[in-house]
């Protein structure tokens, strides 16, 4: 079975500060993995995801995460924070072994500070 | 290309009512899953349906059902609501393929009174 822990449920940073949200998961099988971003009163949308191509994966909105084996680990990123970039966003898990359901992580609420 | 659409937006219900939610994939993708959101729980998987036959279930009772239909469209009922069935309802569609990911309708914010 997967499951997905993001770190802080809520990260609050200053505008131009560095982006870090962590998320580690736990997957018996080879995983798949994403980040997705939600704004208020909307659905998900996709950041970025990871599919054993290249641990350091670009997203967009100048997001990115590396997929660290050793440390089960899917941390996202971003150099510089903007006011847009308030929002929930999720990481989830996904098995490479057959058709299993997306497990998402708790959420990890961003505010960005002025 | 079209995204995900769910109908409708809002929903304002009381307890004992049942619901029904619709949800239209993108063009092309075969399977649809359903969550629940909720601040206390987060998101949770409800169901996941491809070809007209639900592959996987989630942990949930009885009262919430699905059903697609043949043009891939969704839908989700719950019957005999409670107040704890407020939440958002998302559904997301996406390719065949493990490892594909999902893309997300805008959800459908149901209120139990």
């Known amino acids: 079975a997967q499951s997905v822990t993001q770190l802080g449920s809520h990260v609050s940073v200053s505008e131009g500060a560095l982006v870090l949200l962590r998320c580690n998961y736990s997957?018996?099988?080879?995983?798949?993995l994403f980040w997705y971003v939600q704004y208020p009163n909307q659905g998900l949308q996709l950041l970025l995801k990871y599919t054993s191509a290249a641990t350091l994966v670009k997203g967009i909105n100048g997001f990115e995460a590396e997929f660290k084996k050793s440390e089960t680990s899917f941390h996202l990123t971003k150099p510089s924070a903007h006011m847009s970039d308030a929002a929930e966003y999720f990481c989830?898990?996904?098995?490479?072994?057959?058709?299993?359901?997306?497990?998402f992580g708790k959420g990890t609420r961003l505010s960005v500070i002025a | 290309k079209a995204g995900v659409t769910q109908t409708p937006r809002y929903l304002i219900k009381t307890r004992g009512q049942q619901v029904t939610l619709s949800c239209s994939p993108i063009?092309?993708?075969?399977?649809v899953s359903w969550y629940q959101q909720t601040p206390g729980q987060g998101l949770q998987f409800l169901f996941e349906?491809?070809?007209?036959?639900?592959?996987n279930k989630g942990n949930f009772p009885g009262r919430f059902s699905g059903r697609q239909f043949s043009n891939s469209r969704s839908e989700m009922n719950v019957s005999t609501l409670e107040l704890g069935d407020s939440a958002l309802y998302l559904c997301a569609s996406s390719l065949d393929r493990v490892g594909n990911e999902q893309f997300f309708g805008p959800g459908t914010r149901l209120t139990v009174l």
């Open positions: 349906y491809f070809s007209e036959t639900q592959r």
């Open positions: 997957s018996s099988v080879p995983p798949y």
């Open positions: 063009s092309g993708h075969r399977s």
């Open positions: 989830a898990v996904i098995a490479d072994s057959g058709n299993t359901p997306l497990v």
